[in-house]
T-cell receptor
């Protein structure tokens, strides 16, 4: 069952930051927020995940609000290769991943 | 990141044929998964395994079967392919040191004529 709400599509100019929002107002205390992306129907690619604190890795940053009811994935300098469907997933340990329909991000030259 | 492989990448086959989609991973992950995805649609979990000789059905009912005889290998079999089986099949695995994060293979696109 879907526990997240994402906009169906977004555009971002090449070189600018892409900020992808996700609402998860019913998140429980032990549920993690995961982000994946899927390019041209290839296998989904793991991006980042977090529980309460903001996280950053070589691909992106994850900002989780203090009440944990929403989060934002930030791609700091979007490139054309970042065009993909981005999935925000809320998941508790031991449960399966539910990918939903995600946000289709188009990076515009 | 996990190394996970799927073969074949593309398969066109006639109705009634038996097919096996291969999935292998080299990371020693104990958990493996099969998802099915139609074009432009959501991923649906059809099978998973938490270790050797352990297999479970996922959320989406599927006529396919799976086996897990070796840790690194998780093949999916369709005894008699039908056009309704046309889809993309994605394999994933998870395990230490990345915990429950799933890593996906490139997928197999199946077309049954």
């Amino acid at each position: 069952d879907a526990k997240t709400t994402q906009p169906p599509s977004m555009d971002c100019a090449e070189g600018r930051a892409a900020n992808l929002p996700c609402n998860h107002s019913t998140i429980s205390g032990n549920e993690y927020v995961y982000w994946y992306r899927q390019i041209h129907s290839q296998g989904p690619q793991y991006i980042i995940h977090g529980l309460k604190n903001n996280e950053t890795n070589e691909m992106a940053s994850l900002i989780i609000t203090e009440d944990r009811k929403s989060s934002t994935l930030i791609l700091p300098h979007a490139t054309l290769r970042d065009t993909a469907v981005y999935y925000c997933i809320v998941r508790s340990p031991g449960n399966q991943f539910y990918f939903g329909t995600g946000t289709s991000l188009t990076v515009i030259p | 990141e996990a190394d996970i492989y799927q073969t074949p990448r593309y398969l066109v086959i006639g109705t009634g044929k038996k097919i096996t989609l291969e999935c292998s991973q080299t990371m020693g992950h104990d958990k493996m998964y099969w998802y099915q995805q139609d074009p432009g649609m959501e991923l649906h979990l059809i099978h998973y395994s938490y270790g050797v000789n352990s297999t479970e059905k996922g959320d989406l009912s599927s006529e396919s079967t799976v086996s897990r005889i070796r840790t690194e290998h998780f093949p999916l079999t369709l005894e008699s392919a039908r056009p309704s089986h046309t889809s993309q099949y994605l394999c994933a695995s998870s395990g230490p040191p990345m915990g429950e994060t799933q890593y996906f293979g490139p997928g197999t696109r199946l077309l049954v004529l």
